[in-house]
Structures are given as structure tokens and as C-alpha cells.
């Protein structure tokens, strides 16, 4: 045990420093960008520090730090506003915003950015852009974290339907929709029509990542507490262990 606890602690570690050596990284970048605004204040630098402010955000957030990811982001929105940014950089500073609203739990905040955000990408992209999909899923899961379960699975199935629209059913980028449609359908206790999808979603990710994949394994884990759920639980042990 106190193997994996040293092991866990060095994993930790070096998370932490790479996020600590990306952030230094686009911070000097985002200095860089400040400094040349001064000097030249065009719409160009205006994008690239508003990018800037969302990528350091991005970081923090895939570490964890939402402390420090809230405030880049919010401060992100405000530039976008301010400056008059392109509407492109102002839904994706409205959409990064409402998706780490969603994480730490401001669900009505985040529902409103993402129907901003929605709204003003399908005038920017056309129709049916991936974009817009991978935003009705962020939408789909604030409805569902709502407690809203029929908006959240009519948004879902539009997402899945516009990605159907450029991808086919079997390429690995549809994985994380049927997941999402898994989990949904779990949350509604429909236990069997959810593992079928996450069988589904399983099929995709174990042919183009392997079943040794860190992604096998997070949707493993959500299969064993789907069997949890369900009082299966040699089922669910198995799952764990692999």
C-alpha cells in the first residue's frame, strides 16, 4: 500500500509541475501579447490575449485548480466583451466559462453562457458544425444536472445527430456522445438500455485505443457503478480490478 501511495504521490507531482510548466509557458506568451497591445492595440492582439486567458484556464482546469481557471476564464469574457473581440472568440470565451460554471456546480449561471454561446456559434458556423454538437453536450449535461431530463436527452440527441451528419457511427469521436447517453439514461434508472450504450461506446474505444487505454479504463469504471446501482456487484469487483 505504501508502494501506490508513493507511486499515486510522484504521478501527482509531476501533474503538478507540467501544469505549473505549461502555465508559465502561455503566461509569457499572454505577457508577450500584452505588451505588443500596447504598443499596437489592433483586434489581433486582442484575440491572442483572450486566447491566452482561456488556454491558462484550460490548463488549470485539466489540473483541478478551478481556483485559479475561474477567474482566467471569467476575465477572459470580460476582454471578449470589451474589446469588441470577434464573435468566434467571444462564444468560445462564453462556452469555456459556462463549462467551468458547470463543473463547480453554478448550473443556472452556466446553463444561461451556454445558451449564449449556442446561440452565437451557429451564426458563426454553419448549421450542423461539430462545434455546435460538442456544445449541445455541455448543455445536454447542465440539463441533466438539473434534474431536467427530457431537455437534456432532446439536446443530447441533437448533438448525436449533428455529429452524424460529418462523422460516421463507428469512428471513435462518437464514443464520448454514447457515454454521455449512458450516463443519462442511468440517471433515469433505464440500467439496460444504458449499458447497451456503453457497451456501444466500449466497442469504439477499445478499437482505437486499446483495451489497456486510460479512457478503457474511465469507462470501465462508470460500467462497475452502473452494475453498483443495480446490486451487481461480482460484476462490478471484476471491473474494477481490470
Known amino acids: 500500500m505504501a508502494t501506490v501511495k508513493t507511486i499515486s504521490g510522484k504521478q501527482g507531482e509531476r501533474k503538478n509541475l507540467f501544469c505549473i510548466l505549461v ?113 449541445l453536450r455541455i448543455l445536454s449535461d447542465i440539463y441533466q444536472g438539473q434534474g431536467r431530463y427530457t431537455e437534456a436527452q432532446l439536446t443530447l440527441d441533437r448533438a448525436m445527430d449533428v455529429m452524424l451528419k460529418s462523422h460516421p457511427a463507428d469512428e471513435p469521436v462518437m464514443a464520448p456522445f454514447l457515454v454521455d447517453k449512458a450516463k443519462l439514461l442511468a440517471a433515469q434508472n433505464d440500467f439496460a438500455e444504458s449499458e447497451i450504450y456503453y457497451q456501444k461506446a466500449l466497442s469504439l474505444i477499445n478499437n482505437s485505443y486499446g483495451p489497456d487505454h486510460l479512457y478503457t479504463a474511465t469507462v470501465l469504471g462508470n460500467v462497475a457503478s452502473l452494475y453498483v446501482q443495480q446490486g451487481r456487484y461480482a460484476e462490478a469487483e471484476t471491473l474494477i480490478i481490470r
Do not use: W
Open 23 to 135: 502555465c508559465s509557458l502561455v503566461c509569457s506568451l499572454f505577457m508577450s501579447g500584452i505588451a505588443g497591445g500596447i504598443s499596437n492595440p489592433n483586434t489581433g492582439d486582442n484575440i491572442r490575449s483572450c486566447r491566452s486567458l482561456r488556454s491558462m484556464a484550460r490548463i488549470y482546469m485539466a489540473c483541478g485548480d478551478y481556483a485559479k481557471a475561474q477567474p482566467l476564464a471569467e476575465q477572459a469574457l470580460i476582454m471578449a466583451k470589451d474589446t469588441n473581440a470577434s464573435d468566434a472568440e467571444l462564444c468560445s470565451s462564453l462556452i469555456d466559462l459556462a463549462y467551468l460554471y458547470k463543473d463547480i456546480g453554478r448550473l443556472e449561471d452556466a446553463e444561461s453562457l451556454c445558451s449564449l454561446g449556442l446561440r452565437l456559434q451557429e451564426k458563426v458556423y454553419y448549421k450542423d458544425h461539430p462545434y455546435i454538437a460538442y456544445t
